[in-house]
């Protein structure tokens, strides 16, 4: 039997206090429920309402990419300073701590390697294993406009409806080809197709008029970092993303291929997260190098 409460303290119902629910934080994602918000809030700072992810998926497709030899060496360090890991099943379990304590976004579709048709992709795991592991969310590329387009789209939906099930987001991808453009009409159609699909987020590529990609898409939109550039045109990426509209990065070899990584991703937290001034990011970078 449970102890009778014996306190002699009065009890406060606080009747002059009405409860309230305040909005979630995040474009497009009021209407989640608890878990897939809890999910969300740990991939998006509530604070400043963006994220910064680290990138190192690329293997799936190719193999040991410049920088990710040995992942367990050179992204250790920088995990500290991410808010969301982006990887694959198998670097999870085999060369990161479970102590890291960052959310993990986990790549969720693959097949072709980059000496086959990249679009031609499945989904590689099964929404258990995502449990299992305790991903925030996982991650789907689509091919819209690709030779296996239909495929890859069926891909995400299939993948969304298991997540739902389970409070899990689905991180939607767009894939751009050698033979689709890359500008905003292209993007904009991507991204609106994977949000009315249901992806909880998008990831994109920034390009001119990108205002309109993001006014257009009804979920939070992260940039992807893409081919390696200078630092500070890097850094000058990110920010110009933030002010029209995107809600984070999604950074890999603009930090992981810098001269400085630790020194680099740190300069992009304060833009991200600080609205800090590309020239002061740029300059907290250098300074970090030379230490």
């Known amino acids: 039997m449970p102890e009778t409460d014996t306190s002699s303290k009065q009890k406060n119902f606080h009747t002059d206090v009405v409860q309230t629910s305040e909005m979630f934080f995040l474009k497009g994602s009021n209407s989640y429920d608890w878990g897939m918000k809890n999910r969300l809030a740990r991939i998006f700072n509530p604070d400043s309402g963006k994220t910064v992810m680290l990138a190192f998926d690329h293997g799936y497709f190719q193999g040991p990419t410049t920088g990710l030899e040995r992942i367990d060496v050179s992204i250790r360090p920088l995990a500290l300073f991410a808010d969301a890991l982006m990887l694959t099943r198998g670097a999870l379990r085999t060369m990161i701590e479970p102590s890291t304590g960052r959310a993990v ?29 305790n991903v925030s969310a996982v991650a789907v590329q689509v091919f819209i406009g690709g030779p296996f387009e239909t495929q890859t789209v069926n891909n995400m939906t299939r993948l969304i409806d298991g997540c739902m099930r389970y409070g899990i987001p689905v991180l939607g991808v767009t894939a751009v080809g050698k033979e689709l453009t890359r500008d905003a009409r292209y993007i904009g159609l991507a991204t609106r197709i994977l949000a009315e699909l249901g992806a909880a987020f998008v990831k994109t590529y920034f390009v001119p008029g990108f205002e309109t990609v993001t006014a257009g898409c009804p979920v939070p939109i992260v940039i992807a970092g893409g081919k390696k550039l200078p630092e500070k045109d890097a850094l000058q990426m990110a920010r110009d993303a933030l002010a029209q509209g995107a809600c984070g990065v999604d950074m890999g070899r603009n930090i992981f291929q810098s001269d400085a990584p630790v020194a680099m991703i740190r300069a992009v937290r304060k833009v991200v997260h600080e609205n800090m001034p590309v020239r002061e990011a740029y300059q907290l970078y250098q300074d970090l190098k030379n230490q």
């Open 105 to 133: 976004v986990m790549r969720a579709s693959g097949g072709p390697s980059i000496l086959k048709e990249l679009s031609n992709e499945h989904l590689a795991i099964d929404v258990d294993d995502a449990l299992r592991m």
